[in-house]
Protein backbone atom coordinates (compact mmCIF):
# COMPACT_ATOMS: atom_id res chain seq x y z
CA UNK A 1 0.00 0.00 0.00
CA UNK A 2 3.38 2.39 -0.54
CA UNK A 3 3.79 5.51 0.24
CA UNK A 4 6.43 5.55 -2.62
CA UNK A 5 9.49 8.26 -2.17
CA UNK A 6 7.59 11.54 -2.29
CA UNK A 7 4.10 10.54 -2.15
CA UNK A 8 1.50 11.15 0.22
CA UNK A 9 0.35 8.09 2.37
CA UNK A 10 -3.10 6.97 1.37
CA UNK A 11 -4.72 6.74 4.57
CA UNK A 12 -8.17 6.13 4.12
CA UNK A 13 -7.34 3.45 1.16
CA UNK A 14 -5.38 1.67 3.72
CA UNK A 15 -8.07 1.59 6.34
CA UNK A 16 -10.66 0.21 3.39
CA UNK A 17 -8.28 -2.36 2.95
CA UNK A 18 -8.10 -3.35 6.56
CA UNK A 19 -11.60 -3.06 7.30
CA UNK A 20 -12.42 -5.51 4.58
CA UNK A 21 -9.81 -7.65 5.76
CA UNK A 22 -11.04 -7.60 9.37
CA UNK A 23 -14.58 -8.35 7.49
CA UNK A 24 -13.61 -11.25 5.36
CA UNK A 25 -11.99 -13.04 8.40
CA UNK A 26 -8.08 -11.98 7.72
CA UNK A 27 -7.24 -11.64 11.25
CA UNK A 28 -3.27 -10.52 10.44
CA UNK A 29 -0.87 -8.48 8.15
CA UNK A 30 2.31 -8.45 7.01
CA UNK A 31 4.69 -5.58 6.91
CA UNK A 32 8.58 -4.86 6.99
CA UNK A 33 10.95 -2.02 7.81
CA UNK A 34 12.35 -2.71 4.36
CA UNK A 35 9.14 -1.50 2.84
CA UNK A 36 8.80 1.75 0.97
CA UNK A 37 12.16 2.25 3.88
CA UNK A 38 9.87 2.28 6.86
CA UNK A 39 6.82 4.31 5.44
CA UNK A 40 4.97 1.13 4.55
CA UNK A 41 5.37 0.55 8.82
CA UNK A 42 3.96 4.42 9.52
CA UNK A 43 1.06 3.98 7.14
CA UNK A 44 0.15 0.47 8.39
CA UNK A 45 0.40 2.41 12.06
CA UNK A 46 -1.63 5.10 11.48
CA UNK A 47 -4.39 3.07 9.75
CA UNK A 48 -4.32 0.59 12.53
CA UNK A 49 -5.50 3.61 14.98
CA UNK A 50 -8.83 3.58 12.56
CA UNK A 51 -9.57 0.21 12.01
CA UNK A 52 -12.03 -1.59 13.66
CA UNK A 53 -10.97 -4.80 14.75
CA UNK A 54 -8.03 -6.04 16.44
CA UNK A 55 -5.34 -7.37 13.98
CA UNK A 56 -2.02 -9.32 14.65
CA UNK A 57 0.97 -7.49 13.19
CA UNK A 58 4.03 -9.66 11.22
CA UNK A 59 6.77 -7.55 10.70
CA UNK A 60 10.89 -7.79 9.82
CA UNK A 61 13.85 -6.46 10.46
CA UNK A 62 16.69 -6.36 7.30
CA UNK A 63 20.22 -6.92 6.95
CA UNK A 64 20.49 -3.56 4.47
CA UNK A 65 19.30 -1.89 2.08
CA UNK A 66 17.47 -3.33 -1.15
CA UNK A 67 15.45 -2.68 -4.21
CA UNK A 68 12.68 -2.16 -2.10
CA UNK A 69 13.80 -0.14 1.00
CA UNK A 70 16.31 -0.27 3.70
CA UNK A 71 17.35 -2.18 6.43
CA UNK A 72 18.82 -1.67 10.07
CA UNK A 73 21.21 -4.79 9.86
CA UNK A 74 21.32 -7.67 12.11
CA UNK A 75 24.20 -7.05 14.72
CA UNK A 76 22.35 -7.39 18.50
CA UNK A 77 22.40 -4.09 19.38
CA UNK A 78 21.08 -3.31 15.56
CA UNK A 79 17.73 -5.78 16.09
CA UNK A 80 17.03 -4.30 19.09
CA UNK A 81 16.83 -1.07 17.89
CA UNK A 82 15.11 -2.16 14.58
CA UNK A 83 12.11 -4.21 17.07
CA UNK A 84 11.58 -0.60 18.97
CA UNK A 85 11.32 1.33 16.27
CA UNK A 86 9.18 -0.39 14.45
CA UNK A 87 7.21 -0.26 17.42
CA UNK A 88 6.92 3.17 17.35
CA UNK A 89 5.84 3.66 13.47
CA UNK A 90 3.34 0.53 14.21
CA UNK A 91 1.95 2.32 17.44
CA UNK A 92 2.18 -0.93 18.97
CA UNK A 93 3.34 -2.22 22.34
CA UNK A 94 4.40 -5.88 21.31
CA UNK A 95 4.83 -7.13 17.46
CA UNK A 96 3.24 -10.27 17.02
CA UNK A 97 5.33 -12.38 14.70
CA UNK A 98 8.81 -10.57 13.65
CA UNK A 99 11.03 -12.16 11.24
CA UNK A 100 14.22 -11.77 9.77
CA UNK A 101 13.98 -10.18 5.96
CA UNK A 102 16.81 -12.14 4.35
CA UNK A 103 20.15 -13.62 5.33
CA UNK A 104 22.36 -11.55 5.88
CA UNK A 105 25.95 -11.45 3.70
CA UNK A 106 28.08 -8.89 5.73
CA UNK A 107 29.93 -11.47 8.04
CA UNK A 108 27.31 -11.01 11.16
CA UNK A 109 26.98 -14.68 12.85
CA UNK A 110 23.43 -16.00 12.58
CA UNK A 111 23.99 -16.88 15.99
CA UNK A 112 23.98 -13.52 17.23
CA UNK A 113 21.31 -12.34 15.20
CA UNK A 114 18.69 -15.13 15.97
CA UNK A 115 19.81 -14.64 19.83
CA UNK A 116 19.25 -11.19 19.76
CA UNK A 117 15.33 -12.04 18.74
CA UNK A 118 15.30 -14.43 21.31
CA UNK A 119 15.94 -11.74 23.83
CA UNK A 120 13.11 -9.66 22.23
CA UNK A 121 10.84 -12.72 23.22
CA UNK A 122 11.74 -12.85 26.07
CA UNK A 123 11.93 -9.00 27.00
CA UNK A 124 8.11 -9.08 25.77
CA UNK A 125 8.54 -6.97 22.75
CA UNK A 126 7.94 -10.02 20.26
CA UNK A 127 5.23 -12.80 20.85
CA UNK A 128 6.59 -15.05 17.84
CA UNK A 129 10.10 -15.19 15.78
CA UNK A 130 11.09 -16.54 12.47
CA UNK A 131 13.23 -16.35 9.16
CA UNK A 132 11.87 -15.53 5.48
CA UNK A 133 14.10 -15.92 2.51
CA UNK A 134 16.31 -18.99 4.70
CA UNK A 135 17.39 -22.04 3.41
CA UNK A 136 16.07 -24.89 5.31
CA UNK A 137 19.67 -25.83 6.85
CA UNK A 138 20.01 -22.43 8.47
CA UNK A 139 16.25 -22.83 9.68
CA UNK A 140 16.83 -26.04 11.78
CA UNK A 141 20.57 -24.32 12.76
CA UNK A 142 18.22 -21.91 14.62
CA UNK A 143 15.43 -24.15 15.48
CA UNK A 144 18.05 -26.07 17.53
CA UNK A 145 19.16 -22.94 19.47
CA UNK A 146 15.72 -21.46 20.23
CA UNK A 147 12.75 -23.17 18.32
CA UNK A 148 11.67 -21.34 14.91
CA UNK A 149 8.13 -20.04 15.29
CA UNK A 150 7.46 -19.15 11.50
CA UNK A 151 9.57 -18.90 8.26
CA UNK A 152 7.99 -17.52 5.22
CA UNK A 153 8.82 -18.34 1.90
CA UNK A 154 7.41 -18.16 -2.23
CA UNK A 155 5.37 -20.87 -3.62
CA UNK A 156 2.96 -21.37 -6.42
CA UNK A 157 1.85 -23.30 -9.27
CA UNK A 158 4.82 -22.17 -11.63
CA UNK A 159 7.54 -20.45 -9.17
CA UNK A 160 9.50 -21.49 -6.32
CA UNK A 161 8.66 -25.36 -6.57
CA UNK A 162 12.27 -26.38 -5.48
CA UNK A 163 10.71 -24.89 -1.56
CA UNK A 164 8.19 -27.44 -1.47
CA UNK A 165 10.14 -30.15 -0.04
CA UNK A 166 11.92 -27.36 2.70
CA UNK A 167 7.94 -26.04 3.69
CA UNK A 168 7.21 -29.67 4.11
CA UNK A 169 10.42 -30.47 6.42
CA UNK A 170 9.32 -27.15 8.32
CA UNK A 171 5.65 -28.42 8.68
CA UNK A 172 7.26 -31.40 10.37
CA UNK A 173 9.42 -29.33 12.63
CA UNK A 174 6.16 -27.67 14.13
CA UNK A 175 6.95 -24.51 12.16
CA UNK A 176 4.47 -22.54 10.73
CA UNK A 177 5.00 -21.62 7.35
CA UNK A 178 3.55 -18.54 5.37
CA UNK A 179 3.86 -18.37 1.54
CA UNK A 180 4.21 -14.87 -0.66
CA UNK A 181 3.73 -14.86 -3.98
CA UNK A 182 0.81 -17.50 -4.45
CA UNK A 183 -0.24 -15.60 -7.34
CA UNK A 184 3.52 -15.36 -9.16
CA UNK A 185 3.49 -11.56 -9.15
CA UNK A 186 -0.14 -11.40 -10.74
CA UNK A 187 0.43 -14.32 -13.77
CA UNK A 188 -1.84 -16.60 -11.67
CA UNK A 189 -4.57 -13.82 -11.34
CA UNK A 190 -6.56 -14.56 -14.13
CA UNK A 191 -4.81 -11.74 -16.14
CA UNK A 192 -3.79 -11.93 -19.40
CA UNK A 193 0.49 -12.56 -19.95
CA UNK A 194 0.21 -8.89 -21.75
CA UNK A 195 -2.00 -7.29 -18.74
CA UNK A 196 0.52 -8.44 -16.54
CA UNK A 197 3.81 -7.14 -18.22
CA UNK A 198 2.24 -3.88 -18.35
CA UNK A 199 1.57 -3.98 -14.82
CA UNK A 200 5.54 -4.74 -14.57
CA UNK A 201 6.47 -2.62 -17.28
CA UNK A 202 10.12 -0.83 -16.00
CA UNK A 203 10.80 -4.51 -14.03
CA UNK A 204 11.98 -6.61 -16.68
CA UNK A 205 15.47 -6.80 -14.89
CA UNK A 206 13.83 -8.63 -12.05
CA UNK A 207 14.32 -12.42 -11.25
CA UNK A 208 10.87 -12.87 -10.96
CA UNK A 209 10.01 -11.33 -14.59
CA UNK A 210 12.60 -13.28 -16.30
CA UNK A 211 11.39 -16.65 -15.17
CA UNK A 212 7.67 -15.52 -15.42
CA UNK A 213 7.48 -13.07 -18.25
CA UNK A 214 10.29 -13.26 -20.39
CA UNK A 215 9.48 -15.29 -24.25
CA UNK A 216 9.29 -18.96 -24.22
CA UNK A 217 9.09 -18.11 -20.27
CA UNK A 218 5.73 -16.49 -20.56
CA UNK A 219 3.83 -18.91 -22.89
CA UNK A 220 4.17 -21.55 -20.56
CA UNK A 221 3.12 -19.12 -17.89
CA UNK A 222 -0.07 -18.94 -20.20
CA UNK A 223 -0.34 -22.57 -20.59
CA UNK A 224 -0.27 -23.09 -17.21
CA UNK A 225 -3.28 -20.57 -16.47
CA UNK A 226 -5.82 -21.24 -19.25
CA UNK A 227 -5.24 -25.18 -17.70
CA UNK A 228 -7.13 -23.66 -14.36
CA UNK A 229 -9.41 -22.00 -16.05
CA UNK A 230 -12.07 -25.26 -16.38
CA UNK A 231 -11.00 -26.60 -13.14
CA UNK A 232 -11.80 -22.69 -11.45
CA UNK A 233 -15.19 -22.96 -13.35
CA UNK A 234 -16.06 -26.46 -12.27
CA UNK A 235 -15.64 -25.54 -8.35
CA UNK A 236 -17.34 -22.29 -9.00
CA UNK A 237 -14.19 -20.09 -8.60
CA UNK A 238 -11.73 -17.54 -9.86
CA UNK A 239 -8.47 -18.56 -11.07
CA UNK A 240 -6.30 -16.41 -9.00
CA UNK A 241 -8.78 -18.54 -5.71
CA UNK A 242 -7.67 -21.76 -7.25
CA UNK A 243 -3.90 -20.83 -7.70
CA UNK A 244 -4.18 -19.52 -3.86
CA UNK A 245 -6.55 -22.74 -2.63
CA UNK A 246 -3.87 -24.71 -4.24
CA UNK A 247 -1.11 -23.37 -1.88
CA UNK A 248 -3.09 -23.50 0.96
CA UNK A 249 -3.20 -27.69 0.12
CA UNK A 250 0.37 -28.01 0.49
CA UNK A 251 2.55 -29.96 3.20
CA UNK A 252 3.45 -27.35 5.88
CA UNK A 253 1.87 -24.44 4.95
CA UNK A 254 -0.12 -22.16 7.47
CA UNK A 255 -1.22 -19.61 5.58
CA UNK A 256 -0.64 -16.97 2.46
CA UNK A 257 0.14 -13.38 1.84
CA UNK A 258 -1.92 -11.61 -1.00
CA UNK A 259 -1.38 -7.83 -0.82
CA UNK A 260 -3.85 -5.67 -2.11
CA UNK A 261 -4.78 -2.47 -2.46
CA UNK A 262 -8.47 -3.21 -2.73
CA UNK A 263 -10.84 -4.22 -0.49
CA UNK A 264 -12.38 -6.02 -3.03
CA UNK A 265 -9.89 -8.17 -3.86
CA UNK A 266 -8.94 -9.11 -0.35
CA UNK A 267 -12.88 -10.73 -0.16
CA UNK A 268 -11.84 -12.81 -3.17
CA UNK A 269 -8.16 -14.12 -1.76
CA UNK A 270 -9.84 -14.72 1.53
CA UNK A 271 -12.32 -16.91 -0.07
CA UNK A 272 -9.51 -19.20 -1.16
CA UNK A 273 -9.50 -20.82 2.03
CA UNK A 274 -13.27 -22.78 1.96
CA UNK A 275 -12.45 -24.36 -1.51
CA UNK A 276 -12.32 -28.08 -1.73
CA UNK A 277 -9.53 -29.67 -3.94
CA UNK A 278 -9.11 -33.29 -2.66
CA UNK A 279 -10.84 -34.28 -6.04
CA UNK A 280 -8.65 -31.75 -8.05
CA UNK A 281 -5.06 -31.89 -6.73
CA UNK A 282 -3.64 -34.81 -8.76
CA UNK A 283 -5.57 -32.64 -12.26
CA UNK A 284 -3.37 -29.54 -10.79
CA UNK A 285 -0.42 -31.38 -10.10
CA UNK A 286 -0.53 -32.10 -13.62
CA UNK A 287 -0.26 -28.65 -14.82
CA UNK A 288 2.62 -27.94 -12.93
CA UNK A 289 5.23 -29.35 -16.00
CA UNK A 290 3.62 -27.01 -18.47
CA UNK A 291 5.15 -24.36 -16.33
CA UNK A 292 7.93 -21.73 -17.15
CA UNK A 293 10.41 -23.40 -14.68
CA UNK A 294 10.52 -26.62 -17.10
CA UNK A 295 11.92 -24.83 -20.09
CA UNK A 296 14.59 -27.16 -21.83
CA UNK A 297 17.37 -24.48 -20.22
CA UNK A 298 15.56 -25.38 -17.13
Same mark, same amino acid.
Given at each position: MGPEEGAEPE?? &? +?? +??LEAS????????????????????????? +????TDGD????????????????????? &????????? +????????????IYLLHWPDDTGVPLEETWGAMAELVTAGLVRAIG??????????????ERPVDVVQDGLSLIDYLEAR?????CGELGIAVVIYEPLASGVLSGKTIEEVREIWKGWEDMG?????????RAKRSADVVEGLRPIAERLGASVAQLAIAWVLHQPGVTAVLGGSRDGRHVHENA????????????????????????TPEG
Open positions: VD &R +AV +AVVAAGVNWLDTSENYCETRNESLIGE +ALQRLLVSTKVAPGRSGSGGGSGFR &REDVHAACR +ASLRRLGREQIDLSNYSIENVERCHNESIARFYKRLLTEGNASRLDLTASLDELERLIPLGPAF
